[in-house]
């Protein structure tokens, strides 16, 4: 994780209900934030598994505009401790506002404010935004004169949490640093969370180009660099090619901490003039597409390649029968035809067997 919470405490907190447009329901405001017994150690801890255990994507973010409204709410509870509620209300107002789809549902919002968060080697205060929209039904069993008895009521998973961020009083001038959650992330009213509610753009640091870097690679081997098909036999390679490239490319960015784009080119493309410049079309289209320039050269974010390597597969399956890990050296396994039997075949070399 990108951030510690062992040492962090809850200063502040406060929980307001948010209506939904599609059945005309308002909000419901809490009249004060909450208050912990210290008697009661148990709920600041559950608390903090239910907000903090859930963020384990490294991609950052920032707000795109500090003018905006959520940024100045934002910026005035760090600048401001006592208009923590204040501001509160004014998050679940802005929320409320910005959820017309008709898909959104009313839920409750959690305003959190932290001490002691640890991040980027500091300890920095952080103010949390939560949404739950879902309740699950549990099950108690509870003690009666007779013996024991089921009975169920409704309540939060501390493993669902809906939608959040982190925003972490860090790097102010490039609109603070945010760690976001959306379990609705790819659907149609997802978009209200990150873009129309917080207005952030992605922060540009070395986890993201890592990131975006590693995926590049892999889908150019998978839908360029990719074995032959039926109907265009000549454009495609061996899938042991295609598994050898996969194997290269994860071993380049194992093996060095800063990638260099012509370094890249020369350990797992060979210099190979016809596959770089295919490979450099494969940037530039990614590039336009998505309104951004990558870098030919920065720290590779080891944390993002852990996470990633597992996604480049080295297995060869033929039919249902074999599956062939390839690892290392391409020039030890060669793929031939058997005109008798009208089958492909695999010749694998090797010295020792366990």
Wanted: proline share 3%.
């Amino acid at each position: 994780m990108l951030f510690d919470v062992i040492n962090s405490s809850i200063s502040d907190m406060v929980i307001h209900h948010i209506g939904s447009h599609s059945d005309n329901s308002e909000n419901v405001y809490s009249q004060r934030p909450m208050s912990f017994s210290e008697d009661d150690s148990e709920l600041p801890h559950l608390l903090k598994q239910f907000f903090f255990d859930s963020f384990r994507e490294p991609s950052l973010y920032n707000f795109e505009d500090m003018d905006d409204s959520v940024a100045k709410m934002v910026a005035s509870v760090f600048d401001n401790p006592s208009s923590f509620y204040e501001n509160s209300r004014l998050f679940a107002a802005s929320l409320y506002e910005n959820s017309n789809h008709p898909n959104i549902k009313s839920g409750e919002l959690y305003v959190a404010l932290f001490r002691d968060v640890r991040i980027f080697d500091q300890e920095v205060r952080c103010l949390g935004l939560f949404k739950s929209e879902h309740k699950d039904t549990f099950l108690k069993v509870y003690n009666q004169e007779d013996g024991l008895a089921l009975g169920y009521d409704e309540g939060l998973d501390l493993k669902k949490l809906d939608k959040g961020c982190l925003i972490f009083d860090i790097e102010r001038d490039k609109g603070f640093v945010v760690a976001l959650l959306d379990k609705a992330a790819g659907k149609s009213e997802a978009t209200f969370w990150k873009n129309d509610f917080l207005g952030l753009v992605t922060r540009i640091d070395n986890n993201f180009q890592t990131k975006e870097y590693m995926d590049l690679c892999k889908s150019f081997v998978t839908d360029i660099f990719r074995p032959s098909r039926e109907e265009e036999p000549e454009n495609g390679i061996e899938r042991a090619d295609q598994i050898d490239m996969l194997n290269r490319q994860v071993d380049f960015f194992k093996g060095t901490d800063i990638f260099d784009i012509d370094r890249f080119k020369e350990q797992v493309l060979g210099n190979n003039e016809s596959i770089c410049d295919v490979f450099d079309e494969h940037i530039a289209h990614f590039e336009e597409a998505n309104d951004v320039e990558l870098p030919k050269t920065f720290a590779i974010s080891k944390e993002v390649v852990k996470k990633g390597a597992p996604k480049f597969k080295s297995v060869l399956k033929l039919d249902k029968n074999f599956h062939v890990y390839i690892h290392g050296n391409r020039d030890l396994i060669e793929r031939s035809f058997d005109k008798e039997k009208r089958m492909h075949y695999y010749k694998i070399y090797f010295e020792n067997e366990e």
